[in-house]
């Protein structure tokens, strides 16, 4: 960041400091991404086609992550109305209220179309508002990304054996949970971290992203081995937490706006990722990485495990088992048509944790 964009950032945040909840036409947003990671393109996205759509109603001015916080502190920042607008991935506020867990990922449960799905059609986008709501945010879910890559590491991981005693960066409450009980043990650190802490040796492997934001951190450069397929991070989400006085000073139209471009962005996003991460393997490929899939039956018992983690999870707080009993309802309700047209489908239809078990926690 050179001086003058730094003095430039830390006067727009001296404003954002200084302003009341009010009415406003012009935001402040930033985003837990540095410009580094591939994934700030589609808070780049939402924010051209949002500033494209409001015209002179609202003008959201978009910072890179870091620039005007920390990425941790970016939720504080909106919760506080800071700023009024914060890119994010739900996960990291997990130890603020688990339900954000499942708001952001699964471990081998939902792919992304089941994501789009639930939200859209299934009561998904309430259960974020509901959520995020308890601490005066709205939120717009307008992103998502496939299968996370798996672990990148320097020796091959072929098999649950191979994770035994491995110190491996991995983010998530329930990914932690079920990493510790296939052996291994989970640090966490921010993505920015990662690339050093691999070239040290302070961490054994790390996971971090679909293959192409991988490849935009570097990771190709300090390991060797990758191990598909990413069963932690089934598919993940990413958003926009918004102020909700900012929210309610926004007319109905303006806000409408907001929605139509965050529906829009989450449907790019979907595809502009897919494409990315198919060319980045194929990169991966060309720079000599070794690539190593898990056979089915060690998937198999993979999802047995991540099922009970996700059923002892939920039933340790009633607002985690909500979103999942919501999660596992749209998924019994989609398997009548998704089963009936398998293989021309969208996706699987897990053999995922006791509905009936997380309805109990929920109620």
Known sequence: ????????????????????????????????????????????????????????????????????????????????????????????????????SPLATTASLFNAVDYVNWIEQWGGADLYNEIYGKFGMVYLPYGV?????????????????????????????????????????????????????LERGVIDGAEFSTPNVDFSGGFQQVTTHWATPGWHQSASIFGVMINKDAWDALSEDTQNDLKVASQATLLWSLSFTERRATEAYQQ??????????????????IQEMANEVIEQTACENPDSAKVYLSQLEYLEDY???????????????????????????AN
């Open 284 to 301: 991966f490929i060309d720079a000599g990485i070794e690539i190593t899939r898990y056979d089915d039956e060690t998937l198999a018992k």
């Open 145 to 197: 990304t496939n299968n996370e890559s798996g672990f990148r590491t320097n020796q091959k991981i072929e098999t649950l054996d191979d994770l035994q005693g491995m110190r491996l960066r991995l983010s998530g409450l329930e990914q932690g949970r079920l990493l510790e009980k296939l052996g291994g043990s989970q640090v966490s650190m921010a993505g920015g971290e990662i690339y050093q802490s």
């Open 335 to 361: 398997a009548k048509w998704r089963d009936a047209s398998a293989p021309f489908n969208l996706g699987r239809t897990p053999n995922g944790p006791d509905i009936e078990a997380i309805r109990a926690c």
């Open 1 to 100: 960041m050179t001086f003058k964009s730094t003095l430039i950032a830390g006067a727009a945040f001296a404003a954002a400091l200084s302003s009341p909840a009010v009415a406003q036409d012009s935001w402040t947003m930033t985003t837990t991404w540095p410009t580094s990671l591939e994934l700030i393109e589609i808070d780049k996205h939402f924010v051209d086609l949002a500033n494209t759509l409001t015209g002179d109603d609202l003008t959201i001015e978009f910072f890179e992550g870091g620039a005007l916080v920390p990425a941790g502190e970016v939720f504080g920042a909106v919760e506080s109305n800071t700023i009024q607008a914060g890119a994010d991935w739900p996960g990291y506020w997990a130890g603020r209220n688990s339900a954000f």
